[in-house]
């Protein structure tokens, strides 16, 4: 196998997202002319992580190398790798290649799962790699082109240690969602969000996570970073994704971030659950996701009689699945020690009918411990305002029976594009929720009998003591205008006295 050419002249310098964001750009402006805007991602993603696994497989044997005090023969062994890349299947082989370079990209990924059956076989196959074969539409000096662009930096877990491959890939389903007309955003969670949901559920190392629309793997790595890659957390991370594409392309993001013994299916989750124990749906400590919002298209009859029992409030209306989604979260909870985190849109604070009962129903059960409201413009592709509800198997003793509402919408930071949330915004709002007390304008604990008498309606506007200016009467505030006028009156005439009185003592000096 070639480990790293020397002299290369790939740039090492770490980038942030908008740089990455413009490199990919750059990427897409290549296939522009060959390719439709939608089918982008189709050749750039199974390129990304082709670079990726030889990038991360380079740093590998540059750390065994230092190790070994120089030996090659020892920084190849496998057992220094995560993964295998057969001989003349590492990206700078195929960069070498004269000729036919569409087919010897696909040669060599079928070759890298074939070589690593547990954990990539399947992976970058579900990609239409072939397309590469076709030099009507890409000819070797388009493909040559992409990876010589693609080559101009390393793409290491060094040089990209967050999310990168989840990152580029929304990254590009956001470039090109408005010109292909797409929706992006089910794939998108603003990383400021997964980190706070993750550090408020805080997993340990040793308990069970899971995200039942996990996308791109995000809220799972962020787990996994969260409990410092801990060696307990193997076997431990579970997820099931319905789009085929980011199914494999979470499998993959978790590997490559040292996840080496996780758990992702493929399928749709309402209808079809593929994590389970012993015939029944699996449960776990913490349960996570930011699940497609408003979702119509999804089976409500076989839901009524679902056989795993998670309707365990009731049936939405066939129009709105939010509730579908979180009932599902709630079955998956661990008895005892569950706790989950799900953002939806804030229709479900205060929507009415069958879901105004699946609410009431949920508040009494008490599992709700905190209600949080976000502002606008955060999540790319949705105009719906999100919200995110924390539930808690058994609730600490102080909160049993109470709720807390965070308004978080005036807690962000303004972009001319879109709004983020900071690492302040993020801290302000975790603090709010670990103080657990009632703030002026931002949070209120509220007693689950409050909430019933206003029709358990979880809106946390009509809950929160927002700071309002006392309104004063109209005589009270023409009589201090009339004293104020008086009162400069006075002292302008006492300034015009004083004037005449300096103006006479000066004319009497000159005389």
């Excluded at 490199?23 to 992580?49: G, M, Q, W």
């Excluded at 001989?87 to 700078?92: F, L, T, Y």
């Excluded at 994590?275 to 996570?288: K, L, R, S």
Aim: overall charge negative; aromatic content about 10%.
């Amino acid at each position: 196998m070639c480990a790293k050419k020397k002299g290369s002249s790939e740039k090492t310098e770490l980038t942030g997202v908008q740089d990455l964001y413009h490199f990919l750009y750059e990427a897409c402006n290549i296939l522009r002319k060959f390719v439709e805007h939608e089918s982008f991602k189709d050749y750039i993603t199974p390129l990304l992580y082709y670079k990726r696994l030889s990038d991360v497989w380079d740093e590998e044997y540059e750390a065994a190398l230092a190790e070994s005090g120089d030996d090659e023969e020892y920084a190849r062994l496998p057992e220094q790798h995560r993964f295998v890349i057969p001989e003349d299947c590492h990206w700078n082989d195929v960069r070498g290649r004269a000729e036919n370079l569409g087919a010897a990209i696909v040669e060599a990924l079928l070759m890298i799962e074939q070589a690593n059956p547990d954990t990539l076989y399947g992976v970058l196959s579900v990609f239409p790699t072939d397309n590469f074969r076709d030099k009507n539409k890409l000819s070797d000096e388009v493909v040559r082109n992409l990876i010589e662009h693609l080559s101009s930096r390393k793409l290491g877990n060094k040089d990209y240690p967050s999310d990168l491959m989840g990152d580029a890939y929304e990254i590009l389903l956001k470039s090109f969602a408005d010109e292909s007309k797409a929706k992006a955003g089910e794939f998108y969670t603003p990383r400021s969000v997964v980190k706070l949901l993750v550090r408020i559920l805080d997993p340990q190392p040793g308990e069970r996570v899971y995200d039942p629309a996990c996308g791109s793997g995000g809220m799972l790595i962020e787990a996994v970073h969260h409990m410092k890659n801990s060696k307990l957390c193997l076997g431990q991370i579970f997820g099931q994704e319905k789009n085929v594409k980011n199914a494999a392309i979470a499998k993959m993001n978790l590997f490559l971030h040292g996840a080496s013994d996780f758990c992702i299916r493929q399928g749709d989750t309402l209808a079809n659950p593929q994590i389970m124990q012993g015939g029944n749906i699996a449960t776990f400590d913490c349960v996570i996701a930011n699940p497609p919002f408003s979702l119509k298209a999804w089976n409500r009859t076989l839901w009524s009689n679902d056989p795993y029992g998670r309707n365990i409030w009731g049936t939405p209306s066939q129009e709105f699945g939010d509730y579908v989604w979180l009932q599902h979260m709630v079955k998956s909870m661990r008895p005892g020690r569950g706790r989950m985190a799900v953002v939806l849109p804030q229709g479900v604070l205060f929507r009415g009918n069958d879901e105004g009962e699946i609410r009431r129903r949920m508040i009494e059960s008490d599992y709700v411990e905190a209600v949080v409201t976000l502002g606008d413009k955060i999540f790319y592709g949705t105009n719906l305002s999100p919200c995110f509800l924390i539930l808690r198997w058994v609730k600490s003793a102080e909160r049993v029976n109470k709720i807390l509402m965070i308004d978080g919408s005036k807690i962000l930071t303004e972009k001319r594009a879109q709004n983020i949330l900071t690492d302040e915004d993020v801290e302000r709002i975790y603090k709010l929720y670990t103080d657990y007390a009632d703030v002026e304008d931002y949070s209120r604990v509220v007693g689950k009998d409050e909430i019933a008498a206003k029709g358990y309606d979880l809106s946390v506007n009509k809950y929160v003591k927002y700071h309002v200016e006392a309104v004063r009467s109209y005589a009270e505030v023409k009589e201090e205008f009339e004293k104020a006028v008086s009162n400069v009156k006075e002292a302008s005439e006492k300034f015009g006295s004083s004037c005449m009185t300096v103006g006479i003592r000066s004319r009497h000096n000159l005389i």
